[in-house]
């Protein structure tokens, strides 16, 4: 499960690895370990095979290979891969779903709310 684009990884938290908290970071992110709390960038987060999200996340995208529960705000797009297994209420223009993908919550499909909301994190440097 690969970022798009040529960005380099910028954060990891590997298995057995659990932060709990705000996390903010500039550019793309992977957690194979487990986050709870709220994840906040302008650019990507990608959760691994592995990787746990609970919480707020408020991403440009976000890519799911894992779990996520709670809610997912992404100004451009949410990627479930099959296999991933998500409970949340997901804000987003533009939702992809494999095959094989869990999802059970709320999508909102609505551009303008999605950039009001994720104006608040940090910028790309």
């Known amino acids: 499960m690969m970022a798009r684009g040529a960005e380099s990884l910028n954060g990891f938290v590997d298995s057995g690895c659990t932060i709990r908290g705000e996390l903010e970071f500039s550019s793309y992110f992977r957690v194979d370990g487990r986050i709870e709390g709220t994840v906040r960038s302008r650019s990507e987060l990608v959760v691994g095979e592995g990787g746990v ?41 533009a939702l992809v779903m494999e095959d094989g993908a869990f999802l059970e919550g709320s999508v909102t499909m609505d551009s303008q709310e999605v950039k009001k909301n994720t104006n608040k994190a940090p910028s790309a440097s």
């Open 53 to 93: 999200v609970e919480g707020e996340v408020e991403v440009a995208r976000c890519i799911v290979g894992g779990e996520v529960r709670g809610t997912i705000r992404a100004a451009e797009q949410v990627l479930l891969h099959a296999g991933a297994k998500v409970w949340a209420d997901i804000h987003t223009p």
